[in-house]
């Protein structure tokens, strides 16, 4: 490998000498090096098949540009009749073979140590959504969702008059950045709600999918920190250039104040502000399965339930890493019964209808978006405010429905959330964009009937629009109703209550 | 009227084969065209089709390279910028770059093989006519509820469920499409194994025709299958099928393995007949024989084995068993051998040749070295660690438009500069050509080299808007596709005064290297070629 | 023979024809009709694509009827003969390769993607953080249950009857054949009368086996991947199938026309290895759709 960096090196001369432009800070020309092992070697790979494809080049170029020059019919030059030459073809098939055997050598070796996952430090679930991600610290209790900060998602509105140059990290800052802690091999578990994302923080490493219903994994131990941004790589709709990813990695002691800092913020529900879903989080599995506990008992089928207790256990012997605080990350239930409300949740979708919403958000996730973001839903009814797996989501709701929003209030608010979120689509005067399929809300059907459909479908999302449930608080989403009724030219007059938006969660 | 049809000369030659013209009205022109079973007028017919989908499909390109110049959404919603892509993809792919080439084939594979017409005359009008219906369906998703397509051209679920009412009517494009393919291909392998002047073994085929067998071979081996991949999202979406949904036991990557069965084949589908091209093009230009012609036919064989072996590189970020990213990188790399054999032989080819420099082996030199250069990253790409980088960004989107670009399509443009004398009787305006191969030349390594530099820097492809690091080359970069954009009218209006007829007349031979049996005949060639089997001279033959 | 044929014989280039555009019409008028039909424009769109059908169905007719013209108006020789036998081959083949795509997709949700989802190699978490305790066995309609409850077609009743039915036509219409090669009349029409009727006993059997599954096993395509691979599988099958006893049938009525002779017969034998094809495919169904 040292010889390889030593090219790299050569490489990134050569790449430079090459620009013809006067320097330019920004002009990158060559990948990173990252700052793991892999994104060294995986850099050491990248060099050593781009100066082989060098030397081929000037080779085939050299010969043609000197056979252009010299072999040419205005030089007088005869034709020769030669066309075939066993000895020569058999040795430009040869000897570039040789050079892949050893090319494919050390790429074996590398995508080796990549694709072992095993034996992390921590575990981190991703998931993916239209389009935000969500992170699940699986030993820490510690799940919050990150999404586009507010001020490039201002700026990169059609017509938004904002000069992206002007704002910090266009593009490539989030709300809530995803934080590790360096030297520490970090394992990321990959899925999403709905459709195919990808995860690409180009320093640490390269990209992996994220599949609905699946799960990939990924790892990385960042060698030094530092704030680190990427994106979602694979197409994944209208939103897709808007997903940024930010991993912040800070030492062990600032990462523990970190985690400190998030679960002691438990239940708190002032995030309006920035918009985000609430890091405090820090129970979101339990509440979602607490939520679905109820089914547990009555749902659960025979052919799985003696094998419930087996499963876990192996997997905390064998793959979890750390099998101990991964147990704790599930304290009140016990793996045993957690895994039969998981279970449950799972796979009694049709046998009781009464999971239906829960259910579904969890099955579903291959098929139908609007559906499968509904379990970013569930997971937030702990947004509510409750940390306590035993609360339901209902318990949630009231303590945040407990005190009236002024319509004055929700309606600042509101604009602020729609100019943010739904401007975009549906024009800052409510018009909408109906030839692209995005109806006008001034005077639509939406949005001057029933308040019920109207909270529903900004949960639920339809066709092209997300779910909001995943990402919006109640209040939130009270606010941006209410701002939608009563804006446009539109005057139902109804003030829409946090309260009744967590009902209908 | 000055301007001649070329054909009219042969207006004489038989009273139910002569073609008709606008002369004789519009009806009458208008049922010789849509009615047509010879393969010339179907040939044109072809090439017509496929050179207004390159203009519609660079007119997307135009959207999308407007709406990169600059960071932040100034021009179009992201959703339109999706369907932009999408169908920029789908046009240039089924509509612009496959039909150029079964064009070609129609136009060439019966002279230089001495035939008179395809095997399958009405099957061959079937599938040219298929075409603009097909793609006026196609395109006629812009107004349809929800907008056109906007999930790339792989259509990856779940997020192709998520098309308006254009899913359907996209799926039905396609298989339409995909007939279209099926058929031609079918014509073109028989008549190629069937329909050989008695003089003509296999082994002495032109490379060009070699080339077309090959490929006819993987369209009816692959378009099936992508029509089976897009019924099963058709049935997804409106039976209730599962086959990509987890819930129901799918997975969303079978579709990806579907589809990229058929997607790696059909990469070489775009780029085996401009091999035959080149092939054909360089030795008339140097005045000297291919160069290992046996080792060039063995060589696209392997290469088109290979391709069905190869699928899942492109989709290595999926999460496969290592096992299988280990089996797909060594195969992936495998075809750098027979590739590089191609190449090296072109090379051979001209050294100790006697040079010139018309337009069409200027292409065709453009060709060998970009397409080179697009060979070079697609063997980076092979490497599955690194790959895990380049993947989904603006690498690849360089490297399979240098592999398109000025691969396939300067090949077709190069065929084309190469036998329009042929088949119009006038030589084309050689001053025009060069400019236009050199501007062409230039503004493509402007709008696509810096593109390596964006991928490698991190920017994910099919983005509407990037971040501010990634400012400078997107503006170079779009700068080049405005300008090679314009650069093509120059082709078209020297193609077009071809067509009128306006030039200096051609002689049989054209090009002085040339060889093959479709330079023993006169130039427009005459509308029947060879309706008797032609007695070959060996020298016509590779 | 090819020799003295390719000696003189001009290869025939049919006059143009109407009859490809009009096709091309048809599908185009009844695709887009069935695209607005699936949207959900139940007025009209159904009738125009029925429409779009008829007319396609008229259109082939017609055009195949200007080939079986050429032919019995001697135009064709042996060259025109191998163009349309290796033309059928590679239509034969493109079929193949399109019911590898559903057979494709049936092996790999069942070899590959069942076991991920029951958490077996590298997708563990899969199964465990996803579809908790789903422990999926084919046949296996995934996690999410999708369709609910369902059993299975007993492969040894109606499928196996249908195996014979299939295999037994795949005799008659060979034994048809020879019965053409020696001029026998009565060979010939009976063997392909046998052919098609149990052609369309086979297409009775497996509409019932459709209501049985229906009805009876809650079996349905919406059945998660099992019903979809059956469904799609089998009804393909079915549909090609029933393009068959068509063409067996027209085949059987020219034959009462006294169209072929013991020499000059592609017509017949295209039709017959499509039944092959049929046939085998069906074996392929029976094996791992069924039994397996």
Known sequence: ?505 | MSTVNPTDTHHHDDHHHGPVTLADGVWPWMKRWIGTTNHKDLGTLYLIFSFTMLFIGGLMSLVIRAELFAPGIQFVDPAFYNEMITLHALVMIFGGVMPAFVGLANWMVPMMIGCSDLALPRVNNWGFWILPFAFTMLLGTLLVPGGAPASGWTMYPPLVMQTGAALPLMVFALHLAGISSITGAINIVVTILNMRAPDMPLLKMPLFVWTWLITAYLLIAVMPVLAGAVTMILTDHFFGTTFFDAAGGGDPVLFQHIFWFFGHPEVYIMILPAFGIVSTIIPAFARKPLFGHDSMVYAVASIAFLSFIVWAHHMFTVGMPVSAELFFMFATMLIAVPTGVKVFNWVATMWRGSMTFETPMLFALGFVVLFTIGGFSGLMLALTPVDFQYHDSYFVVAHFHYVLVPGAIFSIIAAIYYWIPKWTGVMYNEKLGQFHFWWSAVWINVLFFPQHFLGLAGMPRRIPDYAVQFTDFNMVSSVGAFMFFIGQFVFIYNMIMCMRGSGTKATGRVWEGARGLEWTVASPAPYHTFETPPKIDPREMA | MATETSEHHKYYVPEPSPWPFMLTVSLFFMLGSGAFWLNGSTTVAPYLAALGLAMTLVMVFIWFRDVVNENLGGVYGHQEDMTYRWAMGWFIFSEVMFFGAFFGALFYTRMIALPWLNGEGEKFFTNLYLWPEFEGAWPSNGPGNVGGDFETVNAWHLPLLNTVLLLTSSVTVTWAHWGLKEDSRWKLCTGLAATVLLGAVFLYYQGLEYVEAYQHLGLTLGSGIYGSTFFLLTGFHGMHVTLGTLMLFIILLRCLKGHFSSHDHFGFEAVAWYWHFVDVVWLGLFIFVYIL
């Open chain 1, 1 to 505: 490998m040292k010889k390889i960096s030593m090219l790299s090196r050569w490489g990134l001369g050569a790449l430079g000498a090459l620009a013809m432009a006067p320097a330019h800070a920004e002009w990158t020309l060559n990948m990173g090096r990252g700052v793991t092992d892999l994104t060294d070697d995986v850099f050491g790979l990248h060099m050593l098949i781009f100066w082989i494809c060098v030397v081929i080049g000037i080779g085939v170029f050299g010969a043609m540009l000197y056979s252009v020059i010299v072999h040419r019919k205005a030089r007088g030059f005869e034709a020769a009749h030669f066309h075939e030459s066993t000895v020569v073809e058999i040795a430009w098939t040869v000897v570039p073979f040789i050079i892949l055997i050893a090319v494919a050598i050390p790429a074996a070796g590398t995508l080796l140590q990549i694709e072992d996952s095993s034996d992390p430090d921590m575990t981190i679930r991703v998931t993916g959504y239209q389009w935000l991600w969500e992170y699940d610290y699986v030993d820490e209790d510690v799940s919050f969702f990150s999404r586009i900060d507010r001020e490039s998602d201002r700026a990169r509105q059609l017509g938004s008059g904002i000069d992206p140059a002007g704002v910090e990290h266009y593009l490539r800052n989030v709300d809530n950045p995803m934080v590790v802690p360096v030297d520490t091999r970090v394992r990321l578990l990959l899925t999403s709600g709905d459709v195919i994302h990808s995860w690409w923080v180009p320093e640490l490493g390269g990209k992996k999918d994220a599949i609905p219903g699946y799960i990939n994994d990924m790892w990385f131990e960042a060698n030094e920190t530092g704030t680190y941004r990427g994106q979602c790589a694979e197409l994944c709709g209208r939103g897709h250039a808007f997903m940024p990813i930010v991993v912040k990695v800070v030492s062990q002691s600032e990462y523990d104040e970190w985690v400190a800092e998030q679960g002691g913020d438990a239940g708190s529900e002032g995030e309006l502000a920035t918009g985000q879903p609430s890091p405090d989080e820090a129970s979101a599995d339990e509440a979602t399965s607490s939520e679905e506990s109820p089914t547990a008992g009555n749902a659960t089928e025979g052919r799985t339930e003696d094998d419930s207790e087996d499963q876990p256990e192996e997997a905390e012997e064998s793959m979890v890493g750390s099998g101990e605080e991964d147990e704790g990350s599930e304290p009140a239930t016990g793996d045993e019964q957690d895994s039969d409300a998981d279970e449950a949740s799972d796979d009694s979708g049709s046998d009781d209808g009464g999971s239906e919403e829960s259910d579904s958000a969890d099955q579903d996730a291959g098929g139908d978006s609007e559906e499968a973001a509904a379990s970013s839903g569930s997971d937030n009814g702990s947004n509510g405010g409750s940390g306590d797996e035993d609360e339901g989501s209902g318990g949630d709701a009231a303590g945040d429905g407990s005190d009236e929003v002024s319509k004055d209030e929700l309606m600042s608010e509101g604009e602020t959330v729609y100019a943010d979120l739904c401007a975009a689509c549906h024009q800052p005067d409510g018009s909408g964009m109906p030839s692209a399929g995005f109806p006008a809300l001034k005077d639509g059907a939406i949005t001057t009937g029933p308040v019920e459909a109207h909270v529903a479908q900004v949960l639920d999302g339809k066709g092209a629009m997300p779910p909001y449930k995943g990402s919006l608080s109640d209040r939130e989403i009270a606010a941006v109703v209410t701002y939608e009724r009563n804006s446009f030219g539109n005057s139902t007059g109804d003030v829409i209550q946090p309260s009744q938006v967590a009902e209908q969660r």
